[in-house]
């Protein structure tokens, strides 16, 4: 088991940098799938999400994950996707729930050899969560018990194994 585990760790991590064969020059479906679930998750949160238990613990952040985040911008889109449709679900609730909004952390998640430089650098400047990159395979545990309110993972399906 620790050699299958070492095999998943040590595969072949995305293009990084912004030159012509780069992950964020070519992701172009990746993107059109963020897009298209977009909806999706703005129907799921407004539906599932219960913002009446979560304003019970408000000092809490909101945290967000993206399994697999690579190094383009797509992560980035998508993490402001799922916060927007927070938003959204707060305010849906009325004046007293959207002046409460949560504070948001987001987690971007990819192999150790992931350029995280390169996805840090399309954090917007005026972004209103806090960022960490969170290197390791998510074939292990990446968290502590019951701290991610919501994980992400796009397009990744084709790299897994079990």
Sequence with gaps: KQREMETHSDSAPMNGGNGAHSYSKNSFYQKQFADLVKDKIVEVISAKLDVKSLCSVSSVPFTLADLGCSVG???????????EAIKLKYQDQGPAHSQILPQFQVFFNDQVLN????????LPQDRQ??????????????????SIHFVYSSTALHWLSR
């Design 115 to 122: 350029d995280f430089n390169t996805l840090f650098r399309y």
């Design 129 to 146: 969560y806090f960022a960490a990159g969170v290197a390791g395979s998510f074939y292990c545990r990446l968290f502590p018990e019951s």
């Design 73 to 83: 911008p797509n992560t980035v889109i998508a993490m402001q996707n799922f916060m």
